[in-house]
């Protein structure tokens, strides 16, 4: 089998799928996307080397790829080429996440993408699947997003099968400014969906040194991952440079210029994040993660952010519940509905690992197959029967 993956962001499922790929299977892999040099310079590249081939992406492969790599099946996470670049396509959406309500106005660009690739996925498509994560995934994506049940396999995530397996650290250790082996660290990974992380509270500028005092006193790293720095404006990231640069054990990353997070998950004892669907792989760690309410009331009207062809957007929703396609009641760890609840789940994390190993397995059996290890193999099979249909 030939197989284009087609990423946005080579990383968590299509990286691990390709991982599954390149060492279970004689599947011929090419790997099309626009900064292979990037993602080459990460350390999961150096640790687990990939056999596929790496292209950088050109405006004419859109067009040609059909013909220049004769695939026969491609791989997305979740933006389809401008043409259709195989006979079959399969999307291995870029997270579960409770961000929504992910319904048909909303994923209009991406049934529109769709329908001129590999035709209407509304409809019974021989040449399309759609992963989804569990059974009440497949629900919400069959009822609320539009895609036809013909169309989706529950398959879990590929990426819960790599993080259920600890790394030895001392292997990651090379890639971090700071012990990583005998110091704990904490992930402190942000959706920017709703702007500072701690607007609803107070202020970044307040609350983000006294957040960092407790880490300090609990003498641990802290890994500050954010989306791509274009995502945000420049006096906030200048404050987040400012920030890491007055505290030693503060290391600063944005996407768009440390694609990967694999080795950041495997090296965090505690995840501090608002809703990003980051929390949904690191759940296969069962270590603790801590979930920051992330409005001041869900019925309160707030400013939502979106990221369009225009650039960053902002407009006024009336109630947080529009945006959520699954409550924030619903998680896999620890929840602070405001700073000292926060700092408390901090020492709560820190102090006992395994104090949220049963919520986690709790939200990934009702919502992600639990991560049972057999995620990839799932897929493969379900790749293998699209391939084979038609």
Not at 4 to 26: E, M, R
Not at 181 to 201: C, I, Q
Not at 237 to 246: D, I, V
Request: one cysteine or more; proline letters at 5%.
């Amino acid at each position: 089998m030939h197989v284009l993956v087609w990423p946005t962001t080579f990383g968590a499922d299509l990286w691990s799928f390709t991982k599954y790929l390149d060492q279970h299977t004689d599947a011929e892999v090419k790997i099309v996307m626009d900064d292979p040099a990037a993602f080459l310079k990460q350390g999961v590249a150096e640790l687990f080397p990939l056999r596929a081939d790496f292209i950088p992406r050109r405006a004419y492969h859109h067009l040609l790829s059909k013909h220049v790599f004769h695939a026969d099946v491609t791989l997305m996470d979740n933006r389809p080429p401008l043409f259709r670049t195989s006979p079959k396509a399969m999307m291995l959406w870029h997270g579960f996440g409770w961000k929504g309500p992910n319904d048909e106005k909303e994923m209009r660009w991406l049934h529109s993408g769709l329908r001129r690739t590999w035709g209407d996925a509304r409809q019974p498509n021989p040449d399309f699947r759609w992963q989804c994560f569990g059974p009440w995934d497949q629900e919400h994506r069959t009822t609320v997003s539009g895609f036809d049940a013909a169309n989706c396999r529950i398959l879990g995530a590929a990426s819960h099968d790599d993080l259920r397996e600890r790394l030895d650290r001392a292997r990651a250790q090379p890639y971090y400014p700071f012990d990583v082996v005998n110091r704990k660290t904490v992930l402190l990974a942000p959706t920017w969906h709703y702007g500072e992380l701690f607007a609803h509270w107070g202020t970044d500028a307040d609350l983000f040194e006294r957040l960092l005092t407790r880490f300090d006193e609990h003498d641990v790293n802290v890994i500050l991952r954010l989306h791509d720095s274009y995502r945000f404006d420049k006096p906030y990231r200048r404050f987040l440079h400012e920030l890491a640069s007055r505290h030693a054990h503060v290391l600063l990353k944005f996407k768009d210029q440390d694609p990967d997070n694999y080795l950041d998950m495997q090296v965090a004892d505690v995840l501090l994040t608002n809703y990003s669907s980051i929390a949904n792989l690191f759940y296969a760690t069962r270590r603790p993660t801590i979930h920051i309410y992330p409005v001041r009331s869900a019925d309160e009207a707030f400013l939502w952010r979106q990221y369009t062809v225009a650039g960053v957007v902002t407009k006024k929703v009336e109630s947080a519940r529009y945006i959520w396609k699954l409550p924030p009641q619903e998680h896999g760890g620890l929840l602070a509905h405001d700073f000292d609840e926060l700092l408390a789940a901090v020492d709560q994390a820190l102090e006992d690992p395994t104090c949220c190993e049963s919520q986690a397995q709790t939200f990934l059996d009702t919502y992600m197959l639990g991560a049972d290890g057999r995620n990839c193999e799932r897929t493969w099979d379900a790749l293998k029967e699209l391939v084979q249909v038609g």
